[in-house]
T-cell receptor, first 111, second 115 residues
Framework: GEDVEQSLFLSVREGDSSVINCTYTDSSSTYLYWYKQEPGAGLQLLTYIFSNMDMKQDQRLTVLLNKKDKHLSLRIADTQTGDSAIYFC???????????FGTGTRLLVSP | DGGITQSPKYLFRKEGQNVTLSCEQNLNHDAMYWYRQDPGQGLRLIYYSQIVNDFQKGDIAEGYSVSREKKESFPLTVTSAQKNPTAFYLCASIPTSRGAGNTIYFGEGSWLTVV
């Protein structure tokens, strides 16, 4: 079945770029999502990309999709302390529409 | 306004008892999902359903059961067979019909504590 993997932790300085990586196993995944979760809060959709796209940019966020390697990344430009949170990627498969989340990457931004 | 409603928000259960968590959506979405989130961890898929009267096991289905008798409802029963049921449970839905968009909608979650 679908498996989605992320590195557990990333630490950057304020103003630097952050790159959070995700790999998935189901090559037929149609949509891939990035969510942000702050402590004690729910999941906030940041962006998503459809599988026929290679890149999507939305203000400070850039999503890159490498379908051959089944690799998804989220780049946050000019990272701020308010970006400190856990970031989850998720992949939606075809067929029975299985939606699987990664384990989350904890981003810590230091001043 | 359309959305997903989960209830109850907080629930205490004695060991050995079954408990049912409600998830209702008025978004006319086809696919619905149940996840479990433990402190400091990600969302793990329990069950999911693409259409009425059909559902599939997720990665951690043991000790749980679901039904999908109506499109808008997808209740989750946490049975006494679930070894470690204390967790935060999250329901989600997405539209799957063509052109309907792809945004995942989440309920506010249910905190289950077994005492």
């Amino acid at each position: 079945g679908e498996d989605v993997e992320q590195s557990l932790f990333l630490s950057v300085r304020e103003g630097d770029s952050s790159v959070i990586n995700c790999t998935y196993t189901d090559s037929s995944s149609t949509y891939l999502y990035w969510y942000k979760q702050e402590p004690g809060a729910g999941l906030q959709l940041l962006t998503y990309i459809f599988s026929n796209m290679d890149m999507k940019q939305d203000q400070r966020l850039t999503v890159l999709l490498n379908k051959k390697d089944k690799h998804l990344s989220l780049r946050i430009a000019d990272t701020q302390t308010g970006d400190s949170a856990i970031y989850f990627c998720a992949a939606l498969g075809t067929g029975f529409q299985k939606l699987v989340f990664g384990t989350g990457t904890r981003l810590l931004v230091s001043p | 306004d359309g959305g997903i409603t989960q209830s109850p928000k907080y629930l205490f259960r004695k060991e050995g008892q079954n408990v049912t968590l409600s998830c209702e959506q008025n978004l006319n979405h086809d696919a619905m999902y149940w996840y479990r989130q433990d402190p400091g961890q990600g969302l793990r898929l329990i069950y999911y359903s693409q259409i009425v009267n059909d559902f599939q096991k997720g990665d951690i289905a043991e000790g749980y059961s679901v039904s999908r008798e109506k499109k808008e409802s997808f209740p989750l029963t946490v049975t006494s067979a679930q070894k470690n049921p204390t967790a935060f449970y999250l329901c989600a839905s997405i539209p799957t019909s063509r052109g309907a968009g792809n945004t995942i909608y989440f309920g506010e979650g249910s905190w289950l504590t077994v005492v």
